[in-house]
């Protein structure tokens, strides 16, 4: 059936046509529907039929009748009571029934009177032992035996024993005794300990007769010393930095104190010894003499008795008595040259 639209646009004959239309369209609907209502089952058509007993029984529904049609189980061979089952038993004499679970019956004996009551549970505490829990199921008794721990290690019994260093060391326990055995480690049997690091890029390395310091921390390695007063002063001992090396260098020290007023001094190969140490303006000859100077112009003997100034105010040779007492061969910075026969010369005037 397509739809019809009566719109107020159309004019009185296209109006009047789709009206007649729709009309139409009503007629067939309502015939159509007339002859579906004969065919469908009404509400009055539905009904039920109660057939006998047979089987587990079942219900069936029949779509052309509207009868409903129930057939109930079949319940002759089941108990409806207990009375019912106590008469169908056949008992042969006084007792209880016993049902096996699948609908038979028989008579026991009734002991109900030997039966163990709660009151008569109890518990008995034996001596100990090994341990045991028992039930006697004529009386009602539970025995219970606990462990005997008259053998067994107490807390007073645990003790250390401390032996000496050894290996890798070790912690035993002797349960029979409850003494616990440290054996410490034996760090004599390393050749070598290493703390602060691998031993590699950094850390302290202790080895037989030698102590190695290696950095990792980016700044030269180092041994400080602090003072005696809560560690307030210290003084270092450092490693050159990375850039000023050339090479690696040892030093060998002194085997001696030296003495007094000595200095530490260097062959430049390492080795160290203690030297006296020389001051004031004028070298020793033996220090002049050592160092290939030629350009000093006083020198005197090592005990001072013996200068020859050159270049100087007083040029000459000086021989001292003692500090103000000397004899001298001198001769004036303004003269030219002479010769040791003119300085006699001048000496016998």
Known sequence: ??????????????????????????????????????????????????????????????????????TPPDLSNFITSIGDAIQDADFPSAGLMKTDGSGNYSVVTDNSANWIALTDIQVTNNTAGSSSLSFDNSTGVFSFTPQDVSTFITLSDISVTSLSASGNGSLTYDDSTGVLSFTPLDINSFNSITVGGNGSTGGVTISDGSVAIRTGTGN????????????????????????????????????????????LQTDGNGVTTWVDQTGGSTPTLAAVTAAGNTTTQTIETDGGSFKCQIGSLNQGFYLYNNASTWLALNWSSSASQYSLEEILVVITH
């Open 1 to 70: 059936m397509a739809q019809v639209v009566v719109n107020k646009s159309d004019t009185f004959e296209v109006q009047r046509q789709k009206i007649n239309e729709i009309g139409l369209d009503l007629h067939t609907f309502n015939s159509s529907q007339i002859i579906l209502n004969a065919s469908y089952i009404t509400l009055t058509d539905l009904s039920v039929t109660v057939n006998s007993a047979s089987g587990a029984g079942n219900l069936v529904y029949d779509n052309s009748t509207g009868v409903v049609s129930y």
């Open 220 to 263: 030269v390695a180092a041994i400080d010393l602090y003072c005696e007063v809560s560690n307030l002063h210290k003084v270092s001992l450092k490693a050159p930095a990375h850039s000023a090396f050339s090479g690696n260098h040892e030093f060998v020290l002194p085997p001696d104190e030296g003495t007094n007023g000595q200095v």
